[in-house]
């Protein structure tokens, strides 16, 4: 599906800087394009607007000269600023051990010192009131001059005025706000203050402390509205993994494994403030939006952070394992599809978020783990052939355990990687689509040559000679259906 677009004379070029993220809003129907070259539009939240295409415009790049004459308070490359601020968004609550990357980061304070930390860095606001700034940031939107959404200072007060009523209610034992705006309307002025972080991502204190007023905010009823929560979502994943790091430079790596945990907290939060399956899936769906990407490192992020969030679903004990939703049949086999990635971490991360998702249908049953058939084989050291075994052993298991609602789902999913025109995600699709139905013998061989040559059989078969199996029959249109009605009334 070709991403649809307004059209305009400076398409050929990047956006520039004051373009940001206006167009990520779930009201608009833009998607983004590099030039000529237009962006495949991949359907997660029914309305997406920012490609996991590696988009990364030029005109946001800066010569590194430049930012030494320049320094910009928001970027997290100033060595006296950062080392602050890395302590500080790394610690957020006694309960957020973080575990992304294998990394085990321990609190080092309570989130309420790394609230009450933050104006240190702008002493020339602490003369106002924390209902002051938020008043100051929730008017000038309705005024002509907006100048306060070009000032990272004013933003990042606002964001923590708002962070400290939130744990100034809590600790008076109230779960709503005593502000004069509700919930959904600060959230609003939320979403205005993230959607100015640029298009081409790097480590920002801006990013950190919204996504610490998310977790803070979620702590409050009502809970967050939908389509607010899919503007927070889009924006704050993109910031994380789509943000660039050097490999080779620690300090780098530090900055982005803070904003991650960081970000790993307040997917926690949300969750916990609606601990069910729907809402998991929900927050699944945007993540799972970036495994289509075609940068190796940001489909390992969003495989990696979806393994976390599962897991820690699986910890909170008044989650709700309702388990008879249908779209869990679809995050299986993309997950499932993941396990052929070029990329072995992405392919090893997938399997343990699959394991996930068999752990929380499993346990609905009233089974463990240990009670269930064996998910994975342990018996090829060929790596493409042990990745061809493991997706018919999901495709054959998941089958035992699935409704059939969910069954229609994964052969949905998997009859589109079909057709897509990656051949590693092509051959995911016919072996999760042939186990599945029970038919893996067709396909399976002792070597992987065979089997990557029975699977290119069938592909022709489906797509060339269109010969579709009866179990299958149901989810094409039927010729008739195909041919035009002229055709049809025609003699």
Same mark, same amino acid.
């Given at each position: 599906?070709?991403?649809?677009?307004?059209?305009?004379?400076?398409?050929?070029?990047?956006?520039?800087?004051?373009?940001?993220?206006?167009?990520?809003?779930?009201?608009?129907?833009?998607?983004?394009?590099?030039?000529?070259?237009?962006?495949?539009?991949?359907?997660?939240?029914?309305?997406?607007?920012?490609?996991?295409?590696?988009?990364?415009?030029?005109?946001?790049?800066?010569?590194?000269?430049?930012?030494?004459?320049?320094?910009?308070?928001?970027?997290?490359?100033?060595?006296?600023?950062?080392?602050?601020?890395?302590?500080?968004?790394?610690?957020?609550?006694?309960?957020?051990?973080?575990?992304?990357?294998?990394?085990?980061?321990?609190?080092?304070?309570?989130?309420?010192?790394?609230?009450?930390?933050?104006?240190?860095?702008?002493?020339?606001?602490?003369?106002?009131?924390?209902?002051?700034?938020?008043?100051?940031?929730?008017?000038?939107?309705?005024?002509?001059?907006?100048?306060?959404?070009?000032?990272?200072?004013?933003?990042?007060?606002?964001?923590?005025?708002?962070?400290?009523?939130?744990?100034?209610?809590?600790?008076?034992?109230?779960?709503?706000?005593?502000?004069?705006?509700?919930?959904?309307?600060?959230?609003?002025?939320?979403?205005?203050?993230?959607?100015?972080?640029? !298009?081409?991502?790097?480590?920002?204190? =801006?990013?950190?402390?919204?996504? *610490?007023?998310?977790? %803070?905010? &979620?702590?409050?009823? /009502?809970?967050?509205?939908?389509?607010?929560?899919?503007?927070?979502?889009?924006?704050a994943l993109h910031g994380i993994f789509n943000m660039e790091t050097d490999l080779e430079n620690p300090h780098s790596?530090?900055?982005?494994?803070?904003?991650?945990?960081?970000?790993?907290?307040?997917?926690?939060?949300?969750?916990?403030?609606?601990?069910?399956?729907?809402?998991?899936?929900?927050?699944?769906?945007?993540?799972?939006?970036?495994?289509?990407?075609?940068?190796?490192?940001?489909?390992?992020?969003? !495989?990696?952070?979806?393994?976390?969030? =599962?897991?820690?679903?699986?910890? *909170?004990?008044?989650? %709700?394992? &309702?388990?008879?939703? /249908?779209?869990?049949?679809?995050?299986?086999?993309?997950?499932?599809?993941?396990?052929?990635?070029?990329?072995?971490?992405?392919?090893?991360?997938?399997?343990?978020?699959?394991?996930?998702?068999?752990?929380?249908?499993?346990?609905?049953?009233?089974?463990?783990?240990?009670?269930?058939?064996?998910?994975?084989?342990?018996?090829?050291?060929?790596?493409?052939?042990?990745?061809?075994?493991?997706?018919?052993?999901?495709?054959?298991?998941?089958?035992?355990?699935?409704?059939?609602?969910?069954?229609?789902?994964?052969?949905?999913?998997?009859?589109?990687?079909?057709?897509?025109?990656?051949?590693?995600?092509?051959?995911?699709?016919?072996?999760?689509?042939?186990?599945?139905?029970?038919?893996?013998?067709?396909?399976?061989?002792?070597?992987?040559?065979?089997?990557?040559?029975?699977?290119?059989?069938?592909?022709?078969?489906?797509?060339?000679?269109?010969?579709?199996?009866?179990?299958?029959?149901?989810?094409?249109?039927?010729?008739?259906?195909?041919?035009?009605?002229?055709?049809?009334?025609?003699?």
């Amino acid at each position: 599906m070709q991403a649809v677009g307004p059209e305009s004379k400076d398409q050929k070029k990047g956006p520039s800087k004051s373009w940001r993220f206006r167009l990520c809003r779930a009201h608009r129907d833009v998607s983004v394009g590099d030039g000529g070259n237009r962006r495949l539009l991949w359907d997660c939240c029914g309305n997406c607007k920012t490609s996991p295409q590696s988009f990364k415009p030029l005109q946001e790049k800066q010569d590194p000269v430049m930012e030494k004459k320049q320094p910009n308070v928001d970027r997290l490359d100033v060595r006296a600023l950062t080392t602050h601020n890395s302590l500080v968004l790394v610690s957020t609550t006694p309960e957020s051990t973080s575990t992304i990357g294998g990394t085990i980061v321990s609190s080092f304070s309570t989130l309420e010192s790394t609230i009450q930390s933050m104006p240190s860095i702008y002493s020339e606001m602490g003369t106002l009131s924390d209902l002051d700034i938020i008043v100051n940031m929730m008017e000038t939107p309705n005024c002509e001059e907006q100048s306060i959404l070009d000032n990272n200072e004013e933003k990042i007060s606002f964001l923590r005025a708002l962070s400290a009523s939130c744990m100034a209610a809590q600790k008076s034992g109230k779960d709503t706000l005593d502000l004069p705006y509700t919930k959904n309307e600060l959230v609003e002025a939320l979403l205005m203050v993230m959607e100015t972080l640029p !298009v081409h991502s790097v480590p920002s204190f =801006l990013l950190s402390c919204s996504m *610490l007023t998310v977790y %803070n905010l &979620s702590k409050m009823k /009502p809970p967050f509205d939908p389509e607010q929560l899919s503007g927070i979502l889009r924006l704050a994943l993109h910031g994380i993994f789509n943000m660039e790091t050097d490999l080779e430079n620690p300090h780098s790596q530090a900055l982005y494994q803070s904003s991650a945990d960081t970000m790993e907290i307040m997917l926690k939060g949300l969750l916990s403030e609606v601990p069910t399956t729907s809402h998991l899936l929900f927050i699944l769906k945007h993540i799972n939006f970036w495994i289509h990407s075609n940068d190796p490192q940001e489909r390992y992020r969003s !495989v990696l952070c979806s393994t976390t969030v =599962l897991r820690h679903a699986l910890l *909170l004990p008044d989650f %709700n394992k &309702s388990t008879e939703l /249908p779209a869990l049949g679809h995050h299986v086999a993309q997950f499932g599809i993941c396990i052929t990635d070029t990329m072995e971490d992405v392919s090893n991360q997938a399997r343990l978020t699959i394991s996930c998702l068999y752990e929380l249908l499993l346990d609905q049953m009233g089974l463990s783990v240990s009670e269930a058939e064996e998910l994975w084989c342990h018996s090829y050291e060929d790596q493409k052939m042990l990745a061809y075994v493991d997706s018919c052993r999901v495709g054959e298991l998941f089958r035992n355990i699935f409704t059939e609602d969910q069954k229609r789902t994964f052969l949905e999913t998997s009859l589109r990687a079909i057709y897509n025109p990656e051949l590693r995600i092509r051959e995911a699709g016919i072996l999760l689509v042939f186990s599945h139905l029970g038919k893996a013998n067709e396909i399976m061989a002792d070597k992987a040559e065979d089997v990557a040559e029975k699977i290119y059989q069938q592909i022709y078969k489906l797509q060339i000679l269109r010969e579709v199996p009866e179990a299958l029959q149901c989810f094409f249109p039927s010729r008739g259906e195909m041919m035009p009605e002229s055709e049809k009334d025609a003699p």
